[in-house]
């Protein structure tokens, strides 16, 4: 089973911040938290990860907790193309294997 | 750079046959990971295989199997194919096994009727 919790559907205004939060509040010492984000038939998109410290990158934001038990990931400007399901998945030991929730669900509105 | 590419894009098989999909990972990516996605089950990973070794497998059924080429292209198959195979399956690479970001392809639909 995923071992992340987020909200099922989220919506956003076009232009305005997009903040998807996700709980992983059994998160280990050495688990990664990753984000990824599927539009509509396409594969999964890697966006960002981290491990304590906040992440920047040229798509999004990632904000975790001090005690690392949730996160937040931040689309500073959206726009209609943002619209896709979103995965928060903590990494789980060594290897390959993401086990991926059922995600966020953003709509970005005009 | 190059991207994941999966062929065939769109399958139909018939009950019971079997199929065999192709995966070629982006340039001097070793590890190649397959998913199958349902709309019940959501996102489910298959297997990971990395120099040509299967390194994690999912809870699939035997009639679920892969493999990797030196070339680290890599190729799954289904045999004894049932009407709840149909999915699209994901393939992903990365450049080593395990903390590195995966980059999906497209993704091949397989229809089973």
């Known amino acids: 089973d995923a071992k992340t919790t987020q909200p099922p559907s989220m919506d956003c205004a076009e232009g305005r911040a997009a903040n998807l939060p996700c709980n992983h509040s059994?998160?280990?010492?050495?688990?990664?938290v990753y984000w990824y984000r599927q539009i509509h038939s396409q594969g999964p998109q890697y966006i960002i990860h981290?491990?304590?410290n906040n992440e920047t990158n040229e798509m999004a934001s990632l904000i975790i907790t001090e005690d690392r038990k949730s996160s937040t990931l931040i689309l500073p400007h959206a726009t209609l193309r943002d619209t896709a399901v979103y995965y928060c998945?903590?990494?789980?030991?060594?290897?390959?294997?993401?086990?991926f929730g059922q995600g966020t669900e953003l709509s970005v509105k005009p | 750079k190059a991207g994941v590419t999966q062929t065939p894009r769109y399958l139909i098989k018939t009950r019971g046959q079997q199929v065999t999909l192709s995966c070629s990972p982006i340039?001097?990516?070793?590890?190649v990971s397959w998913y199958q996605q349902t709309p019940g089950q959501g996102l489910q990973f298959l297997f990971e295989?990395?120099?040509?070794?299967?390194?994690n497998k999912g809870n699939f059924p035997g009639r679920f199997s892969g493999r990797q080429f030196s070339n680290s292209r890599s190729e799954m198959n289904v045999s004894t194919l049932e009407l709840g195979d149909s999915a699209l399956y994901l393939c992903?690479?990365?450049?080593?096994?395990?903390?590195?970001?995966?980059?999906f392809g497209p993704g091949t639909r397989l229809t089973v009727t």
């Open positions: 992903a690479s990365s450049r080593w096994t395990g903390g590195d970001e995966q980059y």
């Open positions: 059994t998160i280990s010492g050495n688990e990664y």
């Open positions: 981290g491990l304590k």
């Open positions: 998945i903590v990494r789980v030991g060594q290897g390959g294997k993401l086990i």
């Open positions: 340039s001097g990516h070793r590890s």
């Open positions: 295989y990395f120099s040509e070794t299967q390194r």
